[in-house]
């Protein structure tokens, strides 16, 4: 007998690392471009540039975080 | 040591009549900074008028240039040998440079026109080539009263079209399938000339002036070819001459470059000062601990011809600056660093240099830097060719890109090998330590521990700390764990941000300030902290709500209250907003886990196709090729990505997590009068 419940708990995590992961891609495709852009006519914003990209990172570390949780955590309350 | 060298300022002041000398003593401290003159800052001075000097001086470097391009030096090259500056200045005063001029112009001068002639012979005998098939000698298509003559080529043969109007039509080519070659020469009576272009324009005549001579137009070609090869071996000549003279001459050139740039700089230094019909006034940043140095250098250098004074001691609280005159206030950043630092200024500057107000990030950087990319990497199987690697771009890299990224290897590298022999005792995702019963490696029946590695016993409490796995811990099953270490490293590093936010707010606006500022902030983050460690002891590890949680989660919602209500009172209501940001701020340590994950479950991967299925199960000679290839590229494929994760996120934690805590940036670079010397050098003796 396969345990269902298991088998959500991996989903669960699936969709809470990949969900965050489109976010994290939709809310950096528009800064990475501007960026490039940017750093193309001044080289000297390459470090500011690179703090703005990595602003919408964090959506999915949330992302990772929870799925950590789930994978790790929950089986053992279960 | 954090913060930026303390600055002074200073006046020179002299007499106009020594501002040559006081301009190359300035150069020659290296330590000046000059604080450039603004209009009507001073009455009765003004911006100082370039050295006569300069004039002629220009001129020179401007011929010298166009020297060096018809010639193809580069001037930025290095001689093998340095040029004493006696013999440099001396052949400066002896025209030397003209006379390069002159020898280079003059040969550039004659393969110029030569080339220019031989252009002109080479269209002629190209006519003369396209007419060559007509059987009428050259002398023959011109010099008739009623006769016009129209010689061109035509896309098809116009003959029959012709037939109307009274001519002679000779033509060849066009036997071959390319009708481009057709050439026509028309003899028509004057009267009837415009009908029969009219005509030929239909078969797209384009005229062709046939070139004057005599004889046959082929004969005329031959000649010609023979004037054109001799012409050619004229250029050829002046260019092998040119080539000589880049021999002969390009040394000196390089060394005269750099010497007359060096004084075209000097000479234009006045346009930075301040100047009277009889005096100057320099004002200048020198740092503090070389304020006496100045004194005693600028004295030396020019006896009692100048007055030299410290008119302040910069401080770093921003009231004293206030009420500085504008182009007194900013204060430039001589960012100060050891040995070890000086190799992280980079990645600051890259974000923005420090400002002279502010506590100089670079040696909290050159900690966390290296340690996160450590902790992140975490293996000595990649570690040692980090260091390797690393310690190979210091020693060779020119590049100040370059060198940075060698200096992140290095020590990036450095710390990968300590947690990974330490730590997680892994190589190549393999852990070499464990227990026996466990996956790990037993030498004659006992385990390998670092006990045992090391030859040392830890005290109990000290095991303790770690999960016990059976082996090294596990990036991938250890998962917990890290976490919970991550998270603790990112409170201290984001709690350090906050301490040197508001050490740099009490130094520029005082205690006062900074509390607000700064403190409201910092009690607001501890109170996250405590009250997250209190949510996940109930949510995670259902503890119940009493004892230590109960404790915490007070503590918490006071400190959030109480830094709240601080930082309010300063920002307004909006800063509630940002609260939350806080734990975000937390969470995103994270990711020092998750990286590791990441690199070990890549490493897991390819070790799993190499080793289990390629070399064991497929076996054979084909089974142990495939498994070692995978390896190879598989582990190459980490190793590179290594350096593009592990290196930028752990940049990205120092930049958005920890600086914009505290650091302003924007600063000025501190950037003192200097002459870089590459192909000349002082020899004592001469000057």
């Known amino acids: 007998m396969v345990d269902v419940g298991v088998g959500m708990i991996a989903v669960g995590a699936g969709l809470a690392v990949g969900l965050a992961g489109i976010g994290t891609g939709l809310g950096q495709q528009d800064v990475g471009a501007a960026a490039v852009g940017a750093i193309t006519e001044d080289m000297s914003l390459f470090g500011k540039c690179i703090v703005l990209i990595v602003l919408p990172e964090t959506i999915v570390i949330f992302g990772l975080v929870v799925a950590i949780l789930c994978m790790f955590v929950l089986p053992g309350m279960a | ?687």
């Open chain 2, 1 to 687: 040591m954090l913060l930026p060298e303390p600055m002074s300022r200073i006046v020179i002041a002299g007499s106009k009549s020594n501002l040559d000398e006081a301009i190359d003593a300035l150069y020659g401290l290296k330590m000046i900074h000059l604080i450039d003159h603004t209009v009507g800052s001073d009455e009765g001075f003004s911006i100082g008028a370039p050295r006569p000097y300069v004039g002629k001086t220009s001129e020179r470097l401007l011929s010298l240039r166009a020297v060096e391009k018809e010639l193809g030096i580069n001037f930025d090259s290095e001689n093998d040998e340095e040029m004493s500056v006696g013999e440099v200045r001396a052949k400066i005063s002896s025209n030397s440079v003209e006379a390069i001029g002159g020898e280079v112009f003059k040969v550039l001068d004659r393969r110029n026109a030569v080339a220019q002639k031989m252009a002109e012979e080479t269209a002629r005998r190209d006519d003369l080539r396209k007419i060559s098939g007509i059987p009428v000698d050259l002398e023959l298509y011109r010099g008739y009263d009623s006769l016009a003559v129209a010689v061109g080529s035509v896309k098809a043969d116009p003959s029959a079209a012709l037939a109307g109007i009274d001519s002679e039509l000779f033509m060849s080519g066009g036997e071959t399938k390319k009708e481009s070659n057709r050439v026509i020469a028309l003899f028509v009576k004057k009267a009837d000339k415009e009908a029969a272009l009219r005509l030929l324009a239909d078969f797209e005549f384009s005229e062709i002036a046939v070139p004057a001579g005599t004889g046959p137009a082929a004969a005329a070609a031959a000649e010609s070819e023979t004037k054109i090869a001799s012409m050619k071996a004229e250029v050829d000549e002046a260019e092998k001459e040119l080539a000589a003279l880049k021999e002969k001459h390009g040394t000196d050139i390089i060394a005269l470059d750099e010497e007359l740039s060096i004084e075209e700089r000097k000479g234009s230094t006045p346009l930075r000062i301040a100047t009277s019909e009889y005096s100057f006034i320099i004002d200048a940043w020198v740092p503090t601990a070389k304020v006496a140095a100045v004194l005693s250098g600028m004295d030396k250098a020019m006896g009692g011809k100048i007055f030299v004074e410290s008119q302040e001691d910069r401080s770093r609280s921003l009231h004293d600056v206030e009420h500085a005159e504008p182009r007194f206030k900013e204060t430039p950043t001589k960012m100060k660093n050891g040995a070890y630092a000086t190799n992280f200024e980079y990645p600051v500057k890259l974000l923005s240099p420090p400002k002279y107000h502010e506590i100089d990030p670079t040696i909290i950087l050159s900690i966390f830097f290296p340690l996160f990319f450590g902790f992140m990497v975490g293996d000595i199987g990649y570690a040692i060719p980090f260091m390797i690697l690393g310690a190979y771009g210091l020693k060779t890299a020119k590049s100040k890109d370059f060198k940075a990224i060698a200096t992140i290897l290095f020590f990036g590298g450095l710390w990968a090998f300590v947690f990974g022999f330490f730590f997680y005792a892994e190589m190549f995702g393999m852990h070499f330590i464990g227990a026996a019963g466990a996956d790990g490696i037993t030498v004659d029946g006992t385990a390998v521990t670092w006990q045992s590695l090391l030859g040392v016993t830890f005290p109990d409490w000290f095991s303790g700390i770690f999960p016990d796995d059976g082996h090294g811990i596990s990036k991938l099953h250890a998962v917990t764990f890290l976490l919970k270490i991550s998270i603790y490293i990112g409170i201290i590093h984001i709690l350090i941000g906050y301490i040197v936010g508001f050490i740099n707010v009490k130094m520029q606006h005082g205690f006062k300030e900074a509390f607000f500022e700064k403190g409201g902030w910092m009690l607001s983050f501890l109170g996250v902290v405590a009250l997250c460690w209190g949510m996940t002891e109930i949510l995670i590890f259902e503890n119940g709500f009493e004892g230590m949680v109960l404790i915490m989660f007070i503590v918490g919602i006071a400190l959030i209250v109480a830094g709240a209500a601080t930082t309010m009172k300063k920002e307004g209501g909006a800063a509630i907003m940002e609260l939350p940001g806080l734990m975000g701020n937390i969470l995103s340590y994270a990711r020092l886990t998750a990286i590791g994950m990441s690199k070990a479950g890549m490493a897991l991967a390819f070790n799993y196709l190499g080793l289990v299925m390629f070399a064991t199960e497929v076996g054979g000679v084909m089974g142990i090729v495939c498994g070692a290839l995978i390896l190879i590229v598989g582990h190459l494929m980490i190793f590179t990505l290594a350096i593009l994760s592990a290196g930028l996120h752990s940049l990205r934690l120092q930049y958005v997590e920890m600086m914009s805590k505290f650091f302003g940036g924007g600063g000025k670079e501190y950037e003192p009068l200097e002459i870089k010397r590459k192909n000349t050098k002082i020899v004592e003796t001469e000057v």
